[in-house]
C-alpha cells in the first residue's frame, strides 16, 4: 500500500542537540511539507519541496533545516538554534501539478526537549 | 499571515446533534478540503470539492464550496463519539498554485 511514514513516533531532545526526523512516501508524489504543531494549534508550514533538490522556506523556517535529495524522502532537522522545539511534527506529500487532490498525512513525530 | 477563518474553534455537542462549521476567507479560492484529524496522528482528508457551489456529501458528513469562492462549510449529521477529533479546513488560494491554506481548526467533544 502507497503511503507516507514518518518517524521516530516520538522523540527526546537535550538541549542544545541537533535532531532529524525522518518522513518517506511511496506515493510517487512530487511535492513534500513540514508542518509544526502546537497543543490545540493549527498547522504552521515550516518548509516545503516541489522537486527534488530544491526546496522554500515556509512561514517558520528558522532553526529548521531540509534537504530533498530523493523525490521520496524529505527530512527535517531540528537545530539548536530553534529555541522551542517540543511539539508534534507533520510531513505531507501531494501531488504538484494538475487538480489538487489534497495532500497525503504522515503520522506525526512528537518532539520534546528534556 | 493566516488568510482563512474557521468556526467554531471548538464545539461541546451530546451524541446525536448535528453540527456546522465553516471557514471563510477575503480571497478566492480554486479548491476546498476538509480534513479530520484524530489525537497523536496526522490529518485524513474527508472531502474536497473543486467548482463553486459543489455539494458533497460523505457518510453522514455534507461539504460545499461557496458560491462566491470565499468560504465553504461541513456539516456532521448524528453525531457519535469517534467524531471527536479536530477538524481542519484547507484550501488553494488564486495565486498559490498547488499549496495549500490551512484554518486554525475545530476542535470537536462528542459527550455520550
Known amino acids: 500500500d502507497g503511503g507516507i511514514t514518518q518517524s521516530p513516533k516520538y522523540l527526546f531532545r537535550k538541549e542544545g542537540q541537533n535532531v532529524t526526523l525522518s518522513c518517506e512516501q511511496n506515493?510517487?508524489?512530487?511535492?513534500m511539507y513540514w508542518y509544526r504543531q502546537d497543543p490545540g494549534q493549527g498547522l504552521r508550514l515550516i518548509y516545503y519541496?516541489?522537486?527534488?533538490?530544491?526546496?522554500q522556506k515556509g512561514d517558520i523556517a528558522e532553526g529548521y533545516s531540509v534537504s530533498r535529495e530523493k523525490k521520496e524522502s524529505f527530512p527535517l532537522t531540528v537545530t539548536s538554534a530553534q529555541k522551542n522545539p517540543t511539539a508534534f511534527y507533520l510531513c505531507?506529500?501531494?501531488?504538484?501539478?494538475?487538480?489538487?487532490?489534497?495532500?497525503?498525512f504522515g503520522s506525526g513525530t512528537r518532539l520534546t526537549v528534556v | 499571515g493566516q488568510q482563512l477563518n474557521q468556526s467554531p474553534q471548538s464545539m461541546f455537542i451530546q451524541e446525536g446533534e448535528d453540527v456546522s462549521m465553516n471557514c471563510t476567507s477575503s480571497?478566492?479560492?480554486?479548491?476546498w478540503l476538509w480534513y479530520k484529524q484524530d489525537p497523536g496522528e496526522g490529518p485524513v482528508l474527508l472531502i474536497a470539492?473543486?467548482?463553486?457551489?459543489e455539494l458533497t456529501s460523505n457518510g453522514r458528513l455534507t461539504a460545499q464550496f461557496g458560491i462566491t469562492r470565499k468560504d465553504s462549510f461541513l456539516n456532521i449529521s448524528a453525531s457519535i463519539p469517534s467524531d471527536v477529533g479536530i477538524y481542519f479546513c484547507?484550501?488553494?488560494?488564486?495565486?498559490?498554485?498547488?499549496?495549500?491554506?490551512f484554518g486554525e481548526g475545530t476542535q470537536l467533544t462528542v459527550n455520550p
Open positions: 484547507a484550501g488553494t488560494l488564486e495565486t498559490s498554485g498547488s499549496r495549500l491554506t
Open positions: 519541496s516541489q522537486i527534488v533538490n530544491d526546496f
Open positions: 470539492l473543486y467548482k463553486a457551489g
Open positions: 480571497s478566492i479560492f480554486n479548491t
Open positions: 505531507a506529500s501531494s501531488i504538484f501539478r494538475g487538480d489538487n487532490y489534497g495532500y497525503t
Open positions: 506515493l510517487n508524489h512530487d511535492a
